[in-house]
């Protein structure tokens, strides 16, 4: 019987202790980054953008290289400001073709910032645009991209955060055009910068 009792008093112990040695540290699952998502095209603006298609449908002023500023470096900037005065413009930025082709979801961010009064900058999306000349003629469709995290003001940096274009992914995308639309008025022009801009998967 009291082999009994010490073979069970062994088998609580040992028990104990391997339990003991047996932390939540040893059990959990460190944390690890999710990895990139593939990118499918970027453009930081560090040379003229010469592939982009700079279209000014109304007023003098055009989208230019600014080397001084960006986010880093260089960006993208517009601004209806000049001479003196605020001036009428309509200007599209409008990106090289884009291969949607092959990939089932792509999203598009892109960094931006803004100084004084004037109408926001606007996103849309085309597959249809002919890749030069005026953007808004008959027979092209662009579908505005709504929801991006817009600066606040005062040059202020921020990311727009990601914004789902994937109605313009599969087959039949094989040229897909972002565009950016600034637009001013004789009463308001303001100055508009655009830096990083990128697409994933």
Same mark, same amino acid.
Request: aromatic share 14%; net charge negative.
């Given at each position: ?32 980054? !999710? !990895?990139?998502? /593939? ?40 601004? @209806? ?15 090289? =073709? ?7 979801? =792509? ?9 004084? %009064? ?13 890749? =030069?000349?005026? /953007? ?15 600066? /606040? ?18 087959? @039949? ?26 697409? %994933?998967?």
């Amino acid at each position: 019987m009291k082999t009994i009792f010490k073979l069970i008093f062994l088998f609580a112990f040992f028990s104990s202790v391997l339990v003991s040695c047996v932390t939540d540290d040893d059990t959990s699952i460190p944390y690890l980054d !999710p !990895p990139p998502l /593939p990118s499918i095209y970027n453009e930081s603006f560090d040379t003229n953008f010469p592939n982009w298609v700079k279209y000014s449908k109304t007023g003098g002023q055009t989208w230019q290289l600014d080397t001084q500023y960006g986010n880093p470096g260089s960006c993208a900037k517009m601004s @209806g400001y000049s001479g003196g005065t605020n001036n009428e413009n309509v200007d599209w930025l409008i990106s090289p =073709a884009q291969d949607f082709s092959a990939v089932s979801s =792509a999203k598009l961010d892109f960094d931006n910032a803004y100084k004084f %009064t004037g109408a926001p900058i606007e996103v849309y999306v085309s597959n249809n645009y002919s890749g =030069a000349g005026n /953007p808004e003629i008959a027979g092209v469709t662009w579908t505005k991209i709504n929801g991006a995290i817009l600066s /606040p003001g005062n040059y202020t940096y921020v990311n727009s955060e990601p914004l789902n274009i994937s109605a313009f992914t599969g087959a @039949g995308n094989s040229t897909v055009y972002i565009a950016f639309k600034y637009t001013s008025s004789s009463s308001d022009g303001s100055t508009w910068e655009l830096d990083n801009i990128n697409v %994933t998967e």
